[in-house]
């Protein structure tokens, strides 16, 4: 989990180095190059230069934020018996006798296909704080679910 952390701290620096090179380098040529077609009013390549130059600065200032989140959560924290960041669940769905294994993840590291669920996706959120042997109904956007934990491993455990 500290890898995870340490790889998501990574690539947000290295999204961000990329939008600010962008911010300061690339669009000020385009706007100075825009601004040399002439009237500003009616003039497309500016108006697209300026809204991206907006854009770009919010990116970044979202992901300044996201940065700042990240590095100040305290793995050690994490509690040791109930579902939390990091956690791995068996589950079961239902009445089916089908067994899924999710983890949970950050947001940006969500991938269904790997099993991997966002601590702020509905599901995430609903088995957050749970123990093995819970049961959980989770509102989807199709349909209610139900789930089993039937077993569960936090990142102490690991």
Do not use: C
Not at 56 to 68: F, G
Not at 137 to 155: A, D, M, Q, Y
Request: overall charge negative; hydrophobic content about 35%; charged content about 35%.
């Amino acid at each position: 989990m500290i890898r995870m952390k340490a790889e998501i701290l990574k690539k947000f620096e290295t999204e961000i180095k990329a939008l600010n090179k962008e911010l300061k380098t690339d669009l000020p040529r385009e706007i100075q190059r825009a601004r040399e077609h002439g009237d500003l009013r009616e003039n497309a390549e500016y108006q697209a230069a300026k809204e991206r130059q907006r854009l770009v600065e919010a990116q970044i200032s979202l992901l300044q934020k996201r940065v700042s989140e990240i590095a100040l959560m305290d793995l050690d924290n994490l509690p040791l018996d109930k579902v939390s960041f990091g956690s791995i669940l068996r589950v079961k769905e239902g009445d089916d006798d089908e067994v899924t294994e999710y983890q949970l993840v950050m947001p940006e590291d969500a991938d269904g296909a790997k099993g991997w669920i966002s601590t702020a996706s509905p599901i995430g959120r609903a088995l957050m704080g749970k123990t093995a042997g819970d049961s959980v109904e989770v509102s989807t956007p199709g349909g209610i679910r139900e789930f089993e934990i039937l077993e569960l491993k936090t990142i102490h455990n690991e």
